[in-house]
Structures are given as C-alpha cells and as structure tokens.
C-alpha cells in the first residue's frame, strides 16, 4: 500500500471562518481555476464564469459562506492574508455593481443569482462537495473544471488521485497507528517521527518556524475571541459566550496582551470548576471568531477548530507548558494524529458526520496532551482512541447551515473529552487495552459509510429541521 505523505502544513492551516469545507476549500478551488485560466490563455481573454455547487456545498453553502469563498478566490484574494474586515465590502460591491475583477486583474460581469447556482437536488458521485467551474472565452471557446472539498480545506480535482506516492521520500512512512508504533519501537517520541519526515520536505529551522506561526494565529484567534462581543452573523441571534465569560473569570480586569491575559489566568489557581470554564471560554472562543469570519486555523477543520487550542491553551496555563519547545512537539504529535485518520477515514463531515470533525480533533489533541505530559507513546496512541470511541456516530445536523448550534459548543465537550480521555491514559496500562486506534479508525469508517446522508453536513435532517431558519442571499 503506498503512503501518502501528509505534513504539518497541511492538517494545520491558516484561513477564513467559518468551514475548512465549505468556505476555505471552495476559495481554494477558485484560486485553482484562476491559475488554470493563466496558464490556459490570459484573464483578459475571459467573457464569463458560472459556478455551480452541487450536494452538501449546496445544501449548506449559504449558511458557510461557500458562495462568499468562491467570489473571493476567483477575485484572487489569499484566504491567509486577506483583512476579514473587508469581507462583506467586497461581496456588497460584486452584488451590486454585478462584476469582479478576476484574479485581482481583469473586470468580468457576473450576476451572483445567475451564475453562482446552488444545485441542491444534484450530487457528484466522487464526493459530496463538489462544485465546478464553467468558462467562456471570448472567441466563442468554453471549458469547464471540476474540484472536490474533502474535508480540512483540502482540494482534489476530478481526474486527480488524492493518494498515491509520496512526493518525498519520508525516513518513517505512516499509513496506521501500527506504522507509527513501529517506528517509535527505537524509542523516538511521535513528535520525533513527526520532525524526521518533516526534514523531508523542508530545514528543521523552517518547520519550526511554521509551527509557531500556526500557534501564533491560534492564541491570537482565542485571545480575540475571548475580548469580542455582540451577536453572531446568519440570523440565529446565536450571542457570544466566550466575552462575558473571560470577564468574569478575569473579574473585569483588562488585559492589553496575550502574555499578561495568560498569567493572570495562569495566577487563578488550580481549582478544578475553574479550570474547566477556562476550557470552554477558549474553546468558545475560537469558533465564535470562525462563525463570524475570522481568521482561525483548521485543525483539523475550521468547525473543530477550538478543541486542539482549547486543550494546548490549558496545557499552557494548567501545566506549565509556556514552552517553544513543548509547544511545537504538542502541534507536531497532533498533526500525525490526524493525518493517521485522514488516511484510514476522513475528516469531512459531508463524509462522516461530525465525528469525523469534532471526534478527530478531540483525538488529535488528547494524543498530544498525553505525550507532552509524559505519557508513552502508546498511552498517546490510547489517549487518541479514547477519544474517539466517545465521539463514534456524532452527527453533523448544523441549523441553518451555519457552523454555530451545536458546532461552537461541540468544540468545548470536544476538548473536555480530549483532557479527560489523556487522564485515563496516563493512569493506565495500554497492554491491557482492548480496542486500539486502528480499530477505532475502521469503526469510525464503517459508521461514516452507514450514516445516512440526512445526517452529514446538509442540514436535512436533526436539530437543523426542528429549528429552521431562513437565511439572507449572498
């Protein structure tokens, strides 16, 4: 079987709110098609562009912002980059003038009702998010593109292979939890395996320069989320929790800075109710700023996008591990974790449910945990199916289409879960476990086939039909 080479930079990465799906994968997409139109002809030569999205990218597309992604990739704004406060000036201005300047370039019309269509009742046979690109040249000539959003912002085009070989030779192939055991029967830690193969690709000195950067936009992302208030876009009303939350936990002391707002977390003591709120208002946290457009990293998606730095915030301010070092390993040990589950099963709800959101996340950062307090690596590999097995079944049915109920609070029993599952772990034998995380991964696969579609991203069916809403157009 050949390995596919998975890296850090892939399950982490930087982008727009509010689904890894839906939002950052659709602009991807886009961002493709502008780059095949340069290298096919040029962007003046361009008459027209219609988009159509099919199945769940439909179905949910409004309520996360597919629509809004796609215009903004094709107008080629960088998902990493972009002010998000310009946003919603920019999407007003392509509704209302009715034409875009494509690639940041070349002014093309385009009629958002007419040429940007929600197919609902259509579902391409690879993937349920799938959307294609239809071109018309000038001179009377057309052709079309298709791409596939697999989960975690990751793009595929129709016709390519998303396995395969590897790109690089990695020294530590990984398909399995059992491949990864093997290669830490030298006694080299998961984040050690992890940092080898990275070398593949890059210097040591780059990767780790990176992982920090991932970092950075994270506690950016909570310390944000922690000081924002006011209501949620999409019309739920949803308010955020995590502002009045900090403030009573800070007892509304103001903290101009991430540094100073973490050591007065850290000076709070160690009681155990408190503890448990600041978990959550991290959590909150970060997916509140994802339903609102914010800049958040996928990890590995932009709806589980708290748990992991819900869980390493508390490993910083519980468990002094205010350390580069410490950090980077605990980012590392989580990549691998779910890059094992992107390889065995998936990480798109549109495939699996939330447990292939919510659960993994969960896995990935009680894995990490378990590692950076000292756990083995087969107590990390425990930690991770623990987690998992607890979130096997999870259903995505968000109201609305919008990634805020159940999502954001999913995130914070996603994180508690993840610490309690890292405490089992390390207070147990894992020779003695009977199910191991390769079993859970092919059970969370089998449960993902047999869940019925009503039940993955498409608002069809649960809490999304017994409270619906209407949402606005683009």
């Known amino acids: 079987m050949p390995h596919e080479a998975i890296s850090v930079f892939d399950m982490f990465k930087i982008g727009v709110g509010p689904s890894s799906s839906h939002t950052l994968g659709p602009w991807r997409a886009a961002l493709r098609c502008v780059d095949t139109i340069r290298r096919k002809t040029a962007l003046h030569q361009v008459d027209s562009i219609t988009v159509l999205l099919y199945g769940s990218l439909a179905k949910t597309g409004r309520g996360h912002g597919t629509d809004i992604a ?5 107008c080629g704004e960088d998902p990493v980059t ?44 690879f993937h349920p998010n799938g959307l294609s690109f239809l071109v018309a040249l000038k ?19 129709e016709g390519e292979n998303d396995g395969g070989k590897s790109p690089v030779d990695l020294p530590f192939p990984i398909n399995t939890a059992n491949d990864l055991l093997h290669w830490c029967m030298n006694g080299m830690s998961i984040h050690e395996v992890v940092m080898e193969n990275e070398n593949a690709w890059r210097p040591e000195a ?89 800049r958040v990293v996928t990890a590995p998606t932009n709806g589980a996008a708290g748990v992991i730095p819900a869980v390493l915030q508390y490993f910083i301010a519980f468990c002094d591990g205010n350390d580069e ?64 097995e607890h979130h096997l079944g999870l259903t995505c049915d968000p109201i609305g289409g919008l990634v805020q109920i159940p999502c954001i609070e999913r995130n914070t029993m996603g994180a508690i879960k993840a610490i309690t599952a890292s405490q089992l772990a390390l207070q147990s034998s894992p020779d003695y476990a009977i199910v191991s995380l390769d079993k859970v991964i092919r059970t969370m696969w089998d449960t993902a086939l047999d869940m019925n579609s009503k039940y993955k991203e498409t608002a069809d069916g649960g809490l999304a039909i017994h409270i619906p809403i209407s949402l606005p157009e683009c």
């Open 70 to 74: 796609v215009l903004l990739g094709l």
């Open 82 to 125: 972009i002010d998000v406060g310009s946003i919603t000036p920019k999407i007003n201005a392509i509704a209302g003038d009715q034409k875009f300047r494509l690639g940041g370039e070349e002014w093309i019309p385009f009629d958002i009702n007419k040429q940007l269509l929600f197919l609902y009742n259509e579902t391409l046979p």
């Open 139 to 157: 001179n009377g000539e057309s052709w079309s593109e298709t791409f596939f959003s697999i989960g975690g912002g990751f793009v595929v085009k």
């Open 206 to 294: 780059e990767t780790r320069q990176g992982v920090l950067k991932i970092w950075n936009a994270m506690k950016e992302c909570t310390y944000r989320g922690c000081h924002a208030q006011g209501e949620l876009p999409g019309g739920l009303q949803v308010r955020r929790r995590a502002f009045d939350l900090n403030r009573r936990l800070v007892k509304d002391n103001v903290y101009h800075d991430y540094e100073s707002w973490i050591e007065a977390i850290r000076a709070g003591g160690q009681d155990f109710k408190y503890i448990l709120d600041w978990v959550s208002c991290f959590a909150l946290a970060v997916n509140e700023e994802n339903a609102s457009f914010g």
């Open 325 to 388: 070092d410490r950090i980077i390993n605990f980012l590392l040990t989580a990549s691998e974790i779910g890059s094992i589950f992107k390889k065995g099963a998936t990480i798109s709800a549109a495939m699996g449910g939330c447990q292939a959101e919510i659960g993994v996340s969960s896995a990935m950062a009680a894995a990490a945990l378990t590692e950076s307090l000292g756990g083995t690596q087969r107590q990390a590999l425990m930690a991770a199916e623990i987690a998992m």
